[in-house]
C-alpha cells in the first residue's frame, strides 16, 4: 500500500486548504483512512478518520466544524478540507490507512504517507 499526500502550503489565518491523499497497492473496501498532524516538538496528533466504504467521518474536538473528509472512490484518493484555518492548526499532515476499523492513535495505522507542510501565517 502507498499514500501520497499533497496539498499543503502557506496560507493566512482564516484561509483554507484542501489536502489529497491517493492511495494504491491494495483493494481500499475495508480499510480506514485517517489523517494525521505534527507540529515542531509535539507528538503527532489525531485529526480524523473515514471509512472507505461509508458513514460518516470522525473528527478531532480541535478540527470539528472547520476540517472536512471526505472519499473519492474512483481516485483512490481521500480529502481534507481545512477551513478557517488558524496558526495552532501550522503542522506535517499525515494520512494513513489502517486495515479495519476506525482508530484516534497512531499505532493503529498500518501505512503512512510521507505528510505535506500546512503553515498558517497571522
Known amino acids: 500500500v502507498q499514500l501520497q499526500a499533497s496539498g499543503g502550503g502557506l496560507v493566512q489565518v482564516g484561509g483554507s486548504l484542501r489536502l489529497s491523499c491517493a492511495a494504491s497497492?491494495?483493494?481500499?473496501?475495508?480499510?480506514?483512512m485517517g489523517w494525521f498532524r505534527q507540529a515542531p516538538g509535539k507528538e503527532r496528533e489525531f485529526v480524523g478518520y473515514?471509512?472507505?466504504?461509508?458513514?460518516?467521518?470522525y473528527y478531532a474536538d480541535s478540527v470539528k466544524g472547520r476540517f472536512t473528509i471526505s472519499r473519492d472512490y474512483a481516485k483512490n484518493t481521500v480529502y481534507l478540507q481545512m477551513n478557517s484555518l488558524k496558526p495552532e492548526d501550522t503542522a506535517v499532515y499525515y494520512c494513513?490507512?489502517?486495515?479495519?476499523?476506525?482508530?484516534?492513535?497512531?499505532?493503529?495505522?498500518?501505512?503512512w504517507g510521507q505528510g505535506t507542510q500546512v503553515t498558517v501565517s497571522s
Open positions: 497497492g491494495d483493494t481500499f473496501s475495508t480499510y480506514f
Open positions: 494513513a490507512a489502517k486495515y479495519s476499523g476506525g482508530g484516534r492513535y497512531t499505532l493503529q495505522y498500518d501505512y
Open positions: 473515514i471509512s472507505w466504504s461509508g458513514g460518516s467521518p
